[in-house]
């Protein structure tokens, strides 16, 4: 069985409730470090009718596909759920705003380009939003597509952003399953950067089939590959998503999400090599089994640090006070690759 047919028929047997269609998946405030600045942000993931690549199948670690509304929403649905979103930001007074779709902002099978359109000019008007950041798959990316939505933003500022979690089209194909290669990120961020527009790239943390060391050595590298067509990085660490291929394996205790000190370790590693490249991180879940951890002593702490380093990119916030279990996983980066796929649980 090919590993997209693994992942649709776990997709097929999940079961996905209603939702109403004029209100976002989420939305919610946080602060992001933009020019140097700490600013404060609001997310915004729209329901829409979904991620094309994951109704075909999709990525393994991704369960964002079950948010997609069940009937399409209607323009006038997709305008409310901004309407809705913006409520949470009324006590703003200068904001990035970051729209996701768990798809792509710039498919017009999700979101209409005169919803585009509706959506970048009420955020236009909006004089306290300085910012507007946009994820995409890359092909959908476009000289078309990234003029129209600067023009429409006016003189805000554009991001557009891309998950694409490793530089290895072997990781991606065979680990992750994401559909798209290495040569069409660097061809979208390109277009993105000649068209005015910044490029930030997601990375993820120890995709399957990968041990702790590969999946170190994996993101370090995929910096280096990806640093000359990103102007920030943010640095995912997967965790266990309900109904997905990620969680089957781990439920057979095929699977153990990455360790914390791995990402200080990463952070500390690129942030060196490159002084002046943003490079985040934010630790969902940390501390929980589902999630990224150390032991139960330190995981909260850590991943504290990794948040604050975030904000502030200052490197020597990561020389984190030893833990017990930092030999544990040092043990762990020399045994993991002997184990044959069989992770070392802690």
Same mark, same amino acid.
């Given at each position: 069985?090919?590993?997209?047919?693994?992942?649709? $028929?776990?997709?097929?047997?999940?079961?996905?409730?209603?939702?109403?269609?004029?209100?976002? +998946?989420?939305a919610?405030?946080?602060?992001?470090?933009?020019?140097g600045?700490?600013?404060?942000?609001?997310?915004?993931?729209?329901?829409?009718?979904? +991620? *094309? !690549?994951?109704?075909?199948?999709?990525?393994?670690? +991704?369960?964002?596909?079950?948010?997609?509304? %069940?009937t399409?929403? #209607?323009?006038?649905?997709?305008?409310?759920?901004?309407?809705?979103?913006?409520?949470? /930001?009324?006590?703003? $007074?200068?904001?990035?705003?970051?729209?996701?779709?768990?798809?792509?902002?710039?498919d017009?099978?999700?979101?209409?380009? =005169?919803?585009?359109?509706?959506?970048? @000019?009420? =955020?236009?008007?909006?004089?306290?939003? #300085?910012?507007?950041?946009?994820e995409?798959?890359?092909?959908?990316?476009?000289?078309? /597509?990234?003029k129209?939505?600067?023009?429409?933003?006016?003189?805000?500022?554009?991001?557009?952003?891309?998950?694409?979690?490793? @530089?290895?089209?072997? &990781?991606?194909?065979?680990? &992750?399953?994401?559909?798209?290669?290495?040569?069409?990120?660097e061809r979208?961020?390109?277009?993105?950067?000649?068209?005015?527009?910044?490029?930030?790239?997601?990375?993820?943390?120890?995709?399957?089939?990968?041990?702790?060391?590969?999946?170190?050595?994996?993101i370090?590298?995929?910096?280096?590959?990806?640093?000359?067509?990103?102007?920030?990085?943010?640095?995912?660490?997967?965790n266990? %998503?309900?109904?997905?291929y990620?969680?089957?394996? *781990?439920?057979?205790?095929?699977?153990?999400?990455p *360790?914390? !000190?791995?990402?200080? $370790?990463?952070?500390?590693?690129?942030?060196?090599?490159?002084?002046?490249?943003?490079?985040?991180?934010?630790?969902?879940?940390?501390? @929980?089994?589902?999630?990224?951890?150390?032991?139960?002593?330190?995981?909260?702490?850590?991943?504290?640090?990794?948040?604050?380093?975030?904000?502030?990119?200052?490197?020597?916030?990561?020389?984190v006070?030893? +833990?017990?279990?930092?030999?544990? !996983?040092?043990?762990?980066?020399?045994?993991?690759?002997h184990?044959?796929?069989?992770?070392?649980?802690?």
């Amino acid at each position: 069985m090919s590993l997209n047919k693994a992942v649709l $028929e776990i997709r097929n047997r999940q079961r996905v409730k209603p939702s109403a269609p004029d209100k976002p +998946c989420a939305a919610w405030t946080g602060v992001d470090l933009v020019d140097g600045q700490k600013i404060d942000t609001l997310t915004i993931i729209f329901r829409t009718s979904g +991620c *094309w !690549w994951g109704k075909a199948g999709g990525c393994t670690m +991704c369960g964002y596909v079950y948010d997609s509304a %069940q009937t399409p929403p #209607s323009d006038t649905d997709l305008i409310k759920q901004l309407e809705n979103a913006m409520e949470k /930001a009324s006590g703003f $007074e200068n904001f990035m705003v970051k729209i996701f779709t768990s798809g792509s902002f710039l498919d017009i099978r999700e979101i209409p380009l =005169l919803v585009r359109h509706s959506i970048l @000019s009420a =955020l236009e008007k909006d004089d306290r939003v #300085s910012k507007v950041l946009a994820e995409t798959r890359p092909e959908f990316v476009s000289e078309e /597509a990234v003029k129209d939505c600067r023009k429409y933003l006016g003189g805000k500022a554009f991001e557009v952003a891309m998950g694409l979690e490793t @530089s290895s089209d072997l &990781i991606r194909r065979e680990s &992750i399953n994401k559909g798209f290669k290495f040569d069409d990120f660097e061809r979208a961020a390109v277009i993105a950067r000649e068209n005015g527009a910044t490029v930030k790239t997601y990375l993820m943390l120890k995709p399957l089939f990968l041990s702790e060391k590969q999946a170190l050595e994996d993101i370090v590298k995929s910096v280096r590959d990806a640093a000359p067509f990103s102007d920030t990085f943010s640095i995912n660490l997967c965790n266990i %998503q309900n109904g997905t291929y990620v969680e089957r394996l *781990w439920q057979k205790g095929q699977y153990r999400p990455p *360790w914390l !000190w791995s990402i200080i $370790e990463i952070l500390k590693r690129t942030k060196s090599e490159f002084p002046d490249m943003v490079i985040s991180s934010d630790p969902v879940g940390a501390g @929980s089994k589902r999630g990224p951890h150390n032991c139960k002593q330190c995981s909260r702490d850590v991943a504290d640090l990794i948040r604050q380093f975030s904000l502030s990119q200052d490197i020597s916030l990561l020389e984190v006070p030893d +833990c017990e279990c930092k030999d544990l !996983w040092e043990c762990v980066l020399q045994l993991d690759d002997h184990t044959f796929g069989t992770p070392i649980n802690d």
